[in-house]
C-alpha cells in the first residue's frame, strides 16, 4: 500500500513540476503584454525614428520612381534620419507610438467599441516646415545632389526651382536652401488647401466598421481572449497548487515528508525554470528574425533591428520575472530539504542519548 502511495505522490510531483513551471512563464508573460505601461516601455522608439521610418521613406520613394518610370538618386538612410530629426519636433514619434498603443488598448477593452483613433498634430510639423528647422532639412538634401557640369542649368534664383537635379558649383548651398525654403514657405501660403492653422487630424488605427463581418468576428474574440488573459490568467496558478495540496494529502504525515516532497518539487522546478529561461531568449529571437521579410534589404535589416531591440526589451522583462520567481523556488526549495535534515539529524542525536 505505501508503495502504490509513493508512487502517486511521485506523479503528483511531476504533475506539479510541469504545471508549475508552464504556469510561471505564461502568468509572466500575460502580465507584460496586457499591461500598457510595459508595453510602451518595450517599444523601440528611436529605432522607429532613426532606421525604420527612413527605411519606409526611401522604399516608398523608389516604389514611386518606379511605377513613374523615372530615375532616382540612392538616399543614405542617415540623411534621410537627420532629416525627419530636423523637422519632427522632439520626442514626436515616442508620442505617436503611445498614443497608438493607448488606441489599441482601449479598443481591446471590453465594453469599449468606439475605433481606435490616433490624433496627430500635423500644425506642429508644417510650423517646423515653415521655420529654421525646414531649411536645415532643405540644406541636407541638397547636400546629396551633385554639381552641375556642362550645359545643365540647376537651380534658379529667379524662379525658385530647379531645373534640374543638380546644383551650380559657384553658388553657396545655405543661399540655394534659403531660398528653395522661401518658395516652399510662399507656396504653402498662398495654397487654399493648407490653412494657416490646421486642426489636429483624426486617423483611424482599427475600426470594426470598416471591416467584414469575418474580420469582425475574430476580433471580437480576439477582445475576448485579451480580457480573460487579462482578468483571469492568474487562476493557472491554481493547476500546481492543486496538484501540491494533492501530494501532501497522499503522502505527507510528518514534517520530515513535508521537507522531502515539497523541498525536491520546488527545487527540481526552479531548477528546471531556471534552465528554460536561459536557453529561451535566443531560441525565440532567432525564429523570430527568420519570420521577417520585405520587398528591400535596407528595410528587412530596419525591420530586423527594431524587432531585434523589442524583443531583448521584452525577454528581459520576461525573464527578471521567471528568474525571480524560479530562483525562490529553489531557494525555498533548498531550504526545506535543509530543514527536514537537520531535523532528522537532531532527532536520531536526541534519540541516541536516551539511555
Not at 521613406?57 to 540612392?74: H, K
Not at 548651398?173 to 495654397?191: E, F, G, M
Not at 476580433?219 to 495540496?245: G, K, T, V, Y
Not at 534589404?297 to 520575472?321: F, G, K, P, V, Y
Request: charged share 15%.
Amino acid at each position: 500500500m505505501r508503495g502504490c502511495t509513493q508512487i502517486l505522490a511521485g506523479v503528483l510531483a511531476a504533475l506539479f513540476v510541469i504545471t508549475v513551471t508552464f504556469t510561471l512563464f505564461t502568468v509572466s508573460f500575460a502580465q507584460i503584454i496586457t499591461d500598457r505601461a510595459a508595453i510602451k516601455a518595450i517599444l523601440p522608439k528611436p529605432a522607429l525614428s532613426d532606421d525604420v521610418v527612413p527605411a519606409l521613406i526611401s522604399e516608398v520613394a523608389r516604389e514611386q520612381a518606379r511605377l513613374l518610370n523615372a530615375p532616382l538618386a540612392d538616399v543614405e538612410p542617415i540623411v534621410l534620419r537627420t532629416v525627419i530629426h530636423e523637422v519632427l519636433p522632439p520626442g514626436w514619434v515616442a508620442t505617436q507610438v503611445d498614443a497608438v498603443v493607448d488606441a489599441l488598448f482601449d479598443f481591446l477593452t471590453v465594453g469599449n467599441q468606439t475605433p481606435a483613433t490616433l490624433e496627430i498634430d500635423a500644425g506642429t510639423i508644417l510650423n517646423r516646415l515653415r521655420g529654421e528647422p525646414g531649411r536645415q532639412a532643405i540644406l541636407v538634401a541638397l547636400q546629396q545632389l551633385p554639381q552641375c557640369t556642362g550645359a545643365q542649368l540647376g537651380f534658379s534664383f529667379e524662379t525658385g526651382y530647379f531645373e534640374e537635379a543638380c546644383v551650380p558649383p559657384d553658388a553657396p548651398l545655405s543661399d540655394i536652401a534659403t531660398r528653395v525654403h522661401s518658395t516652399v514657405v510662399d507656396t504653402l501660403a498662398q495654397s487654399p488647401e493648407v490653412p494657416a492653422q490646421i486642426e489636429p487630424l483624426t486617423v483611424p488605427v482599427l475600426d470594426e466598421n470598416m471591416l467584414p463581418p469575418a474580420a469582425r468576428a475574430r476580433l471580437n474574440q480576439l477582445r475576448l481572449i485579451f480580457a480573460l488573459i487579462q482578468d483571469r490568467a492568474w487562476m493557472l496558478w491554481l493547476i500546481p497548487l492543486s496538484a501540491l495540496l494533492l501530494m501532501t494529502l497522499v503522502a505527507v504525515r510528518s514534517f520530515n515528508d513535508l521537507s522531502y516532497w515539497w523541498g525536491w518539487s520546488f527545487l527540481v522546478a526552479g531548477f528546471i525554470a531556471l534552465f528554460l529561461a536561459i536557453f529561451t531568449p535566443p531560441l525565440l529571437t532567432a525564429t523570430a528574425l527568420r519570420t521577417i521579410t520585405a520587398t528591400s534589404e535596407t528595410l528587412r535589416i530596419a525591420l530586423s533591428q527594431l524587432a531585434r531591440q523589442a524583443l531583448n526589451a521584452l525577454l528581459d522583462q520576461w525573464m527578471s520575472d521567471v528568474y525571480r520567481q524560479a530562483g525562490l523556488m529553489s531557494v525555498g526549495g533548498v531550504g526545506l530539504l535543509l530543514a527536514g535534515f537537520i531535523r532528522r539529524t537532531t532527532s536520531s542525536t536526541a534519540r541516541s542519548g536516551l539511555p
